[in-house]
C-alpha cells in the first residue's frame, strides 16, 4: 500500500471497517423482517414494507439528517444513548449505522426473494413431523435460502462502502474518524491536486464493487449447486 497516502490509506480501512459493522448489524434484522414480509400477513405488512425500501427512494441527504435528529446527542434516542456512553453522530459507529440503513433495502429485497421461491408445503411437512417453528427454519428454510442471504449481505457490504450522503450528513467528513471513500474522494475533488488521490480512490472503490459482486454470484451458485444435490 506503498503507493497510497497515509490519508486515502485510512479512508480505505474505515470504509472496511464500517461496512463490515454495518452488513453484521443489519443482517439479523434483515433476515426477520424479510422472513416476515414474506411469509406472515398482519396489519401494517404495506407500511413496514414502504418503510423498509424507503432510503431506496429518499435522497440520502434525508435519511442522514433524519438520522442526525434521531441519533444525534439532543435526539430521542441520541440523549439516551449519550447519557450511557454511547455517541453515534459523528462517529464511525453512526457510519455503520447509516450505511446499514442505506444498505438495508437491498438486503431485504434479495433475502425475501428466496424465501418467497421456498415451496411453503416443504415448511409444512417439516412442521406436521412434529418440528417448532424455529427448527424449520433452522433446518428447513434457512439452507434454502442461504444464497439469498449470502447476495443481499454482499450487496449491503457493497452499497455501505459507497455510501456517502447519509454519512457526511449524520457524521461529517472527519480524516481519520468519520471520513470514508466517498468522502474522501469528494475533499480531494475540492483542493487543487487532488485529482490523483482521488483517481487512486475511485479504482480501489471500482474493484472492491465488482469483487463484492462477483463473489456474490460465485458463492451463490456455489451454494445453490450444493443444496440441489
Same mark, same amino acid.
Given at each position: 500500500?506503498?503507493?497510497?497516502?497515509?490519508?486515502?490509506?485510512?479512508?480505505?480501512?474505515?470504509?472496511?471497517?464500517?461496512?463490515?459493522?454495518?452488513?453484521?448489524?443489519?443482517?439479523?434484522?434483515?433476515?426477520?423482517?424479510?422472513?416476515?414480509? !414474506?411469509?406472515?400477513?398482519?396489519?401494517?405488512?404495506?407500511?413496514?414494507?414502504?418503510?423498509?425500501?424507503?432510503?431506496?427512494?429518499?435522497?440520502?441527504?434525508?435519511?442522514?439528517?433524519?438520522?442526525?435528529?434521531?441519533?444525534?446527542?439532543?435526539?430521542?434516542?441520541?440523549?439516551?444513548?449519550?447519557?450511557?456512553?454511547?455517541?453515534?453522530?459523528?462517529?464511525?459507529?453512526?457510519?455503520?449505522?447509516?450505511?446499514?440503513?442505506?444498505?438495508?433495502?437491498?438486503?431485504?429485497?434479495?433475502?425475501?426473494?428466496?424465501?418467497?421461491?421456498?415451496?411453503?408445503?416443504?415448511?409444512?411437512?417439516?412442521?406436521?413431523?412434529?418440528?417448532?417453528?424455529?427448527?424449520?427454519?433452522?433446518?428447513?428454510?434457512?439452507?434454502?435460502?442461504?444464497?439469498?442471504?449470502?447476495?443481499?449481505?454482499?450487496?449491503?457490504?457493497?452499497?455501505?462502502?459507497?455510501?456517502?450522503? !447519509?454519512?457526511?450528513?449524520?457524521?461529517?467528513?472527519?480524516?481519520?474518524?468519520?471520513?470514508?471513500?466517498?468522502?474522501?474522494?469528494?475533499?480531494?475533488?475540492?483542493?487543487?491536486?487532488?485529482?490523483?488521490?482521488?483517481?487512486?480512490?475511485?479504482?480501489?472503490?471500482?474493484?472492491?464493487?465488482?469483487?463484492?459482486?462477483?463473489?456474490?454470484?460465485?458463492?451463490?451458485?456455489?451454494?445453490?449447486?450444493?443444496?440441489?444435490?
Amino acid at each position: 500500500m506503498d503507493w497510497l497516502s497515509p490519508e486515502e490509506w485510512s479512508a480505505v480501512a474505515l470504509s472496511l471497517r464500517v461496512s463490515l459493522w454495518a452488513t453484521a448489524l443489519a443482517l439479523p434484522f434483515g433476515l426477520f423482517i424479510a422472513y416476515a414480509l !414474506a411469509r406472515w400477513d398482519f396489519p401494517g405488512r404495506q407500511i413496514l414494507n414502504g418503510l423498509v425500501h424507503l432510503p431506496l427512494i429518499l435522497p440520502p441527504v434525508v435519511t442522514g439528517y433524519l438520522l442526525l435528529l434521531t441519533f444525534g446527542i439532543r435526539g430521542p434516542v441520541g440523549s439516551i444513548l449519550h447519557d450511557m456512553g454511547i455517541t453515534l453522530a459523528f462517529r464511525w459507529t453512526g457510519a455503520a449505522l447509516a450505511a446499514a440503513i442505506m444498505g438495508f433495502p437491498l438486503m431485504v429485497r434479495a433475502i425475501r426473494l428466496s424465501i418467497e421461491a421456498v415451496d411453503p408445503k416443504l415448511e409444512e411437512a417439516a412442521a406436521t413431523l412434529g418440528a417448532s417453528r424455529t427448527w424449520v427454519f433452522a433446518t428447513v428454510t434457512l439452507p434454502l435460502i442461504l444464497p439469498g442471504v449470502l447476495a443481499g449481505a454482499i450487496l449491503a457490504f457493497a452499497k455501505a462502502m459507497g455510501e456517502f450522503g !447519509a454519512t457526511i450528513t449524520f457524521v461529517s467528513n472527519i480524516p481519520g474518524q468519520t471520513q470514508t471513500l466517498p468522502s474522501a474522494i469528494y475533499a480531494f475533488l475540492q483542493v487543487p491536486g487532488g485529482e490523483a488521490s482521488a483517481l487512486r480512490l475511485v479504482a480501489i472503490s471500482v474493484v472492491v464493487a465488482l469483487g463484492a459482486l462477483i463473489l456474490s454470484e460465485v458463492l451463490a451458485r456455489r451454494m445453490a449447486q450444493r443444496i440441489g444435490r
